[in-house]
């Protein structure tokens, strides 16, 4: 058995470490994800919706979506065209399945992501909501999308990946 000098062993152990990093940070990068508040308003007496989206995604997503030449960044018409295409792709219903009637109230880009609004009022005596939340997983198979329920006691996490494409949270009592 020979025995390597330490310098070079370091030198390997070295390399393995920003191999590994640069492979990290690239899988990193590949991970298609968004997240979404639910959230009810009382001073408001609405449900706010905000969803956030990693704008590197949304740009590839606007080019296979709409047009190659499509710009998310700076063409106001691409990005309403964004924002129609997630309200299209995300329903709030009640537990009898009737949807709440969102409407898209802004968009927006901020910093690293883009930022899509909605809002509904809060129906009387809400015991629960369904919700369907497929934005971008038609495009990618992969696409995970997180939704924080807030405003109604602890905050209630659903996540929409693989086959999930209706998911419920109940609420203890009925929400005014």
Same mark, same amino acid.
Request: aromatic letters at 10%; glycine letters at 6%; zero cysteines.
């Given at each position: ?16 470490? +920003? %191999? ?5 940070? =690239?899988?990193?990068?590949? $991970? ?7 959230? *009810? ?50 329903? +709030? %219903? ?5 949807? =709440?009637?969102?409407?898209? $109230? ?7 992501? *883009? ?22 997983r038609d495009l990618w198979p992969s696409q995970v999308n ?19 494409? +209706? %998911? ?9």
């Amino acid at each position: 058995m020979t025995i390597k000098p330490m310098g070079r062993m370091l030198k390997q152990w070295g390399l393995v470490a +920003l %191999l590994y990093s640069i492979s990290v940070s =690239l899988q990193a990068h590949q $991970i298609k994800a968004a997240i979404t508040t639910v959230l *009810f308003n009382p001073r408001t007496e609405n449900i706010e919706v905000m969803h956030r989206f990693n704008l590197h995604d949304a740009e590839h997503a606007v080019k296979a979506l709409f047009d190659k030449q499509a710009d998310i960044l700076d063409d106001k018409t691409t990005q309403q065209q964004f924002a129609d295409y997630v309200s299209e792709r995300f329903t +709030l %219903l009640n537990r009898q399945e009737q949807p =709440l009637g969102l409407k898209i $109230i802004g968009y927006e880009t901020q910093g690293k992501f *883009f930022w899509v609004y909605q809002e509904t009022e809060q129906p009387p005596a809400l015991t629960g909501l369904k919700i369907q939340h497929d934005a971008l997983r038609d495009l990618w198979p992969s696409q995970v999308n997180t939704l924080n329920v807030e405003g109604v006691g602890d905050v209630k996490t659903l996540t929409f990946d693989g086959n999930a494409t +209706l %998911l419920e949270v109940g609420f203890n009592s009925a929400h005014h």
